[in-house]
């Protein structure tokens, strides 16, 4: 079954700062992929999903995520964080009877 | 359109005392997943339903809990009887159709507590 790995259970940058949190996808390649984001007190909430095809995803708040297959990767990133980017982010990929599987999740810590 | 929608958004109760965490999915929704999330062990699925009927229950974590899904629009999380250790924050979310490609819809979750 497929399944995904998060490196890094926290991140922190400043403000203003790239942004980059790191997926990477067992070998063989996944259909679909999703990031999800989850806000203090909610629930997740999709940021983005890479179908088959495509390299380059853009997603919700200027997030994007870039699928590598030479790498096994669906790293998320976004250009210029800001504060209100502090969250705690998933990669989910499809894993039997189509049910996705999360990732452990990375805390983004944003810094004034 | 409204969201997934739980209740309750927090309940606080006695070990021993039976707990039942609701859930409204989305209207039109054909799939409805129960999750429980803790900082120890993540995000976990505990039973996944496709029109109305459960598919999958391997993550009910034993006999104290069990999920129905009585009608399209409605479905129940039951613990009986609650222990300290089920306290967590658990999930509703649901889905358009059965198909990997579908996007997973949450509601805020219920934070259990249980003394």
């Known amino acids: 079954a497929q399944s995904v790995t998060q490196l890094g259970s926290h991140v922190s940058v400043s403000e203003g700062a790239l942004v980059l949190l790191r997926c990477n996808y067992s070998?063989?390649?996944?259909?679909?992929l999703f990031w999800y984001v989850q806000y203090p007190n909610q629930g997740l909430q999709l940021l983005l999903k890479?179908?088959?095809?495509?390299?380059l995803v853009k997603g919700i708040n200027g997030f994007e995520a870039e699928f590598k297959k030479s790498e096994t990767s669906f790293h998320l990133t976004k250009p210029s964080a800001h504060m209100s980017d502090a969250a705690e982010y998933f990669c989910a990929v499809p894993g039997g009877s189509y049910i996705p599987t999360f990732g452990r999740g990375t805390s983004l810590i944003v810094h004034p | 359109d409204a969201g997934v929608i739980q209740s309750p958004r927090h309940e606080v109760t006695e070990m021993g005392q039976e707990v039942t965490l609701r859930c409204k999915p989305i209207s039109g929704h054909n799939s409805l997943f129960w999750y429980r999330q803790t900082m120890m062990r993540g995000l976990e699925l505990l039973i996944y339903?496709?029109?109305?009927?459960?598919?999958?229950d391997s993550g009910m974590p034993e006999d104290r809990f069990s999920a129905k899904m009585p009608n399209a629009s409605f479905s129940t999380l039951k613990i009986q009887p609650s222990e300290p250790r089920d306290s967590a924050v658990y999930f509703c979310a649901s889905s358009l159709t059965q198909g990997s490609n579908q996007p997973q819809h949450f509601g805020d979750g219920t934070r259990l507590s249980i003394l």
């Open positions: 070998s063989s390649v996944p259909p679909y």
């Open positions: 890479y179908t088959t095809g495509a390299t």
């Open positions: 339903f496709n029109n109305n009927v459960p598919i999958d």
